[in-house]
């Protein structure tokens, strides 16, 4: 007790001795700072990915002028765990915004790592007068008293197990949004609860032509000016890989002038890190095991250099339990060389991602290859159709490093596929490039459509459909992947297990034909009866009013060549008759 009075005694001193000369002590800041957890106050959206098994990234997109007109300078990020109501404070740390006015569109980056695996984590956000940290006591008491969570503040994530090992976890694959969606289907996507959701391109049709990175902030904010999307968004980590409309204009590509903006919103407002990077990274830095990193010498291994294409490219490869994800890049390069849509150095990087699955098979037992664009191309075109020397590369290096039969493929890879509003699965049967099932999962909310084929177990076009992708591990040879292709509320129209294909749910259309009575079906069965009865009565009364004009040319026409052809005393006389028979009704 003497020795915490004398301590109290020196600082007292401390204090009146500088009082004078200086400002007040971070001590005295510390205890007068006030601290606020009114999110929806100060922050217009924010959004998390890259969930690994201790870490994950946060983009924050603060109100700079609602903060300071409220006298708050700092902004932090408090994680924590909840058994029941009691709430156990893991870290608070402070976020750094890269603005200093709402003009400057300001973003803040924050990586909150040291984390457990396989842990459910909850998170908000704090606001002060001062820039030193709260306390956990602080944060803690601005946290309702016996509250089990903070409404509409309150978010939260589940990290990972740790990489190659096993891991069962659930999420969505979807693209295709118009700007300010206010569909349905972000509702019934928030209520899913998923562990990621990967959007796999035009999650906006702002379509930008122009080299303007404010036009990409703005196209965003548009997303999330949606209230269900920014709900659904904010809850659920992402993993996201543009297509044609919201990396440049329509038919957009490698040579587009948008390319240098888009590359620099993406890097600057997207939580996606490691891009580009030669390998995924495992677990070794934090108690797991670490992968196998093939040597140069390994055959059929590919010099690549990560720097070879400058700033861009946002292709990237991770690891969630024993499934590894190889995301491709199929805008930044395509058709910069003719008939080519990786580009070499993506292309020698892919080739080593399936090298690197390859060495590691046993601790790699599933591999997702998430395209932006429809993949089978069988029987009907699909933008890879263009690419097909790319198609036949992929071909020859799963069966060089995949090693197995195709029935063994077909567990062993799986294709997520975006850039049309369609469902569709296809078992493997009818992918001539590769032998490995096909998922394709579209539109969140936009007018149907479709590309490609066949497709084993049918495809359907329309809005409000996406895909949930159950993984299964329960640490044995064979992982299970549950495929869900589903619209609005989640009532499969198209599913099939790995593990059990006599559960398959299937449709009788195969093949994308791209008629206009298929098309009209497909708009009609994409949830859009609204429009297409209110399109359909005014076509009728624009047919209608068309068919009476010209009914009436014609009438006139035919009374003006009786008259021609009568003799004028007749018309005389029937005049007159006329006249007598108006004068008899009178």
């Known amino acids: ?114 984390l457990s695996a396989s842990t459910t984590y909850y998170y908000c956000f704090v606001f002060g007068t001062s820039s030193t940290v709260p306390t956990n006591e602080q944060f803690l008491a601005e946290y309702p008293s016996g509250s089990s969570s903070l409404s509409g503040e309150e978010f939260t994530f589940t990290t990972f197990a740790l990489a190659l090992t096993k891991d069962s976890f659930t999420f969505g694959v979807g693209c295709c949004a118009q700007s300010n969606s206010t569909s349905e289907v972000f509702d019934y996507l928030s209520a899913l609860k998923l562990n990621f959701f990967v959007q796999t391109g035009n999650m906006h049709y702002d379509s930008i032509s122009a080299n303007n990175v404010t036009q990409y902030y703005l196209a965003y904010n548009n997303v999330f000016s949606s209230d269900k999307q920014r709900a659904f968004y904010q809850q659920t980590p992402i993993v996201y890989a543009w297509d044609e409309f919201d990396y440049g204009a329509k038919g957009s590509n490698g040579n587009s002038a948008s390319k240098p903006a888009a590359t620099t919103a993406y890097k600057r407002y997207v939580p996606a890190t490691n891009l580009k990077a030669a390998f995924p990274a495992d677990d070794s830095s934090n108690g797991g095991a670490a992968a196998t990193t093939p040597p140069s010498t390994t055959k059929g291994f590919k010099t690549y250099d990560s720097t070879a294409t400058g700033e861009f490219g946002i292709f990237r490869s991770f690891l969630v339990g024993r499934c590894m994800f190889i995301l491709l890049d199929l805008r930044s390069f395509k058709d910069i060389t003719a008939n080519d849509i990786l580009g070499s150095s993506q292309l020698a990087w892919l080739n080593n991602q399936l090298l690197y699955a390859s060495v590691n098979s046993n601790s790699i037992r599933q591999i997702f290859l998430i395209s932006s664009l429809p993949w089978n191309n069988k029987a009907a075109k699909t933008e890879w159709s263009t690419y097909t020397t790319t198609q036949s590369n992929v071909h020859d290096w799963i069966v060089s490093y995949i090693n197995g039969t195709s029935a063994s493929v077909k567990q062993k890879i799986m294709l997520l596929g975006g850039g049309a509003s369609m469902l569709a699965f296809d078992d493997g049967s009818n992918n001539s490039n590769g032998k490995f099932p096909v998922v394709q999962a579209g539109g969140l909310d936009q007018t149907a459509s479709c590309a490609g084929g066949t497709y084993s177990h049918g495809m359907v076009s329309g809005r409000q459909q996406y895909a949930i992708i159950q993984v299964t591990d329960d640490g044995t040879d064979n992982i299970c992947v549950k495929v869900n292709l589903t619209r609005a509320t989640g009532t499969p129209l198209i599913y099939y297990d790995t593990c059990n294909s006599a559960t398959a749910i299937s449709q009788t259309t195969k093949v994308c034909s791209g008629s206009l009575i298929d098309s009209i079906t497909d708009y009609v069965s994409g949830g859009s009866w609204v429009w297409f009865i209110i399109i359909m009565v005014i076509i009728a009364i624009v047919v209608i009013v068309v068919l009476y004009k010209v009914y009436l040319v014609y009438k006139q026409r035919r009374e003006d060549a009786q008259n021609e052809g009568e003799p004028a005393e007749y018309i005389e006389m029937s005049e007159s008759k006329k006249k007598g028979k108006s004068d008899l009704v009178l």
Not at 63 to 84: C, M, R
């Open 1 to 114: 007790m003497k020795r915490v009075n004398l301590k109290h005694l020196i600082c007292f001193i401390a204090v009146l001795a500088i009082l004078p000369f200086s400002a007040v002590s971070q001590d005295e800041e510390a205890t007068t700072a006030e601290y606020d957890i009114e999110y929806k106050d100060f922050i217009n959206f924010h959004w998390k990915g890259d969930v690994t098994s201790h870490s994950v990234t946060v983009k924050v997109f603060p109100s700079l002028a609602k903060l300071a007109a409220k006298g708050f300078t700092s902004t932090f990020i408090a994680v924590y765990t909840k058994a029941a109501d009691a709430v156990t404070v893991s870290q608070i740390k402070q976020i750094t915004f890269d603005g200093t006015a709402d003009t400057d569109y300001p973003v803040g980056t924050i990586t909150v790592d040291s």
